[in-house]
Each structure stands twice: as structure tokens, then as C-alpha cells.
């Protein structure tokens, strides 16, 4: 049976640089229109993929991210959608 709860909130200050480069890279890769991968987010960012792998953990244990499946291997996705990307 499943929950129409909200994903937790999280206050964007309790974040840190890190988690904040691989936020930004999700919520820019997935305006693609896939979810993006690991191996995408790397790329994005100025991290290794041992610090990407550490951060995607970090942000889908706080809810701050979801793993999805997509073709080609597992994807990331925001789980809160508070903001518009499409400018006013």
C-alpha cells in the first residue's frame, strides 16, 4: 500500500558543498528529460566518482534524492520540485 506523503524537508543550509554541486547537476540533467546516472552526474560536476557516489548516498538517505530506474542503469531524481525551471 502506498503513501501520498510529502518527501521531508530539508533545509537547503544543512547541506553541504558537496551535496549542493550534485543537487544542482540533478536538477540540471534531469530537465533532459531522464533521469540522470552516476556516470552523468560525474561528468557535470568537478568531483571524482567516489565523492559522487558518497554525496548520492548521503542525499537519497535524507530524501533529498531518489534512485529511479531508466534505460541504461539506474537514474537520480529530486524528490521535492519546489522551484520552477522555467523562468518568470
Given amino acids: 500500500m502506498g503513501t501520498d506523503r510529502e518527501p521531508p524537508y530539508v533545509d537547503a543550509l544543512s547541506l553541504t558543498d558537496n551535496d549542493l554541486y550534485v543537487y544542482e ?9 531522464q533521469p ?3 556516470e552523468q552526474i560525474t561528468a557535470a560536476c568537478t568531483l571524482d566518482a567516489e565523492t ?3 554525496t548520492l548516498g548521503k542525499l537519497l ?7 529511479v530506474g531508466r534505460d541504461g542503469g539506474p ?14
Fill in 25 to 33: 547537476a540533478i536538477a540540471t540533467l534531469e530537465q533532459a528529460g
Fill in 36 to 38: 540522470p546516472t552516476a
Fill in 52 to 54: 559522487i557516489g558518497r
Fill in 61 to 67: 538517505d535524507r530524501g533529498v534524492a531518489a534512485a
Fill in 75 to 88: 537514474g537520480f531524481t529530486l524528490t521535492r520540485h519546489d522551484w520552477s525551471s522555467v523562468p518568470e
